[in-house]
């Protein structure tokens, strides 16, 4: 013979805040990871990046104007960018030399 057993309603009912909330975070890290940069922008004349966010880094690269950039993040003023023409050019600009327009 087999027995079975049979849900509890209530106990299923008690447990459903917790899986709402477990879902409401389910969806905000998925949308973090979807979404974990500013934004792309186009670089529209010179902007300098340097090795870090700090006014005396070194400068590593120029943006030449047309180049394509993501700004992954901001730290005091400077932006953390990508540039997405040359992988290998990844820094910080200042936010005085930001000269980026969405696109």
């Keep these: 013979m087999v027995t079975t ?7 299923l009912n008690s447990l ?10 389910i969806e905000k890290a998925q949308r973090k990871r979807a979404r974990d940069y500013l934004g792309n922008f186009e670089v529209v004349d010179d902007s ?4 870090n966010p700090q006014p005396n880094a070194a400068v590593i690269a120029t943006l030449r ?3 394509q950039v993501r700004v992954e993040s901001k730290t005091g003023e400077y932006f953390r960018i ?4 040359d992988p290998e050019v990844i820094g910080y ?9 969405a696109h």
Excluded: K, M, W, Y
Excluded at 5 to 11: A, I, Y
Excluded at 16 to 25: D, E, K, V
Excluded at 82 to 85: G, I
Excluded at 93 to 101: G, K, M, N, R, T
């Design 5 to 11: 057993r049979r849900r509890n309603p209530s106990r």
């Design 16 to 25: 459903q805040p917790i899986r709402n909330l477990f879902n409401l975070t």
């Design 48 to 51: 300098f990046v340097r090795d």
């Design 65 to 67: 104007p047309g180049t």
């Design 82 to 85: 990508r540039s997405l023409h």
């Design 93 to 101: 600009v200042h936010e005085e030399d930001a000269f980026f327009q």
